[in-house]
């Protein structure tokens, strides 16, 4: 797999290398010495440690997923660093008895700066959306996503 030429190819390759369940791929976008951030703060701070996780991630509860990208924003930090952001819809993992889960939707952030060979991610953040919540609380050792506005009567 070839160095994306432009920042927003990153998470289009990143989703066919999910689709393909190949973690060296997906991995292969980032540096080095990279930190990834999933969905429930797990963080992992080099390409090996990110192959790793995604590997046992592809292999057992999202060997049958698919991501379907969303919208795609770049903004550029200069002429060699760009913030990217996507949606995208995940379905198909599976829960501990190989049930079907309900698709889940989020929004990742790629950090990425040009080399000479290409576009290559510095960081990245996975978080995922929670239809008509504002913000996660914790009571009781539970986490639960919360809504404080007013609700139309």
Partial sequence: MTTPQRPEEIPQRFAE?????????LAALFAEDADFVNVVGLWWHNRQDIEKA????????????HIALGRIKVRRIGPEVAVIHARWKLTG???RQGNTLEPRAAVMVFVATQTPEGWIVQAAQNTDIVPGMETLAVR????????????EQ
Avoid at 17 to 25: E, I, L, M
Avoid at 140 to 151: I, L
């Fill in 140 to 151: 009781d050792g539970q986490m639960r996503a919360m809504d404080y506005r007013e609700q």
């Fill in 17 to 25: 290398a999910w689709n393909a369940k190949d973690a060296r791929a």
């Fill in 93 to 95: 993992q599976i829960d």
């Fill in 54 to 65: 995604h590997h046992y991630g592809l292999t057992t509860f999202f060997a049958q997923s």
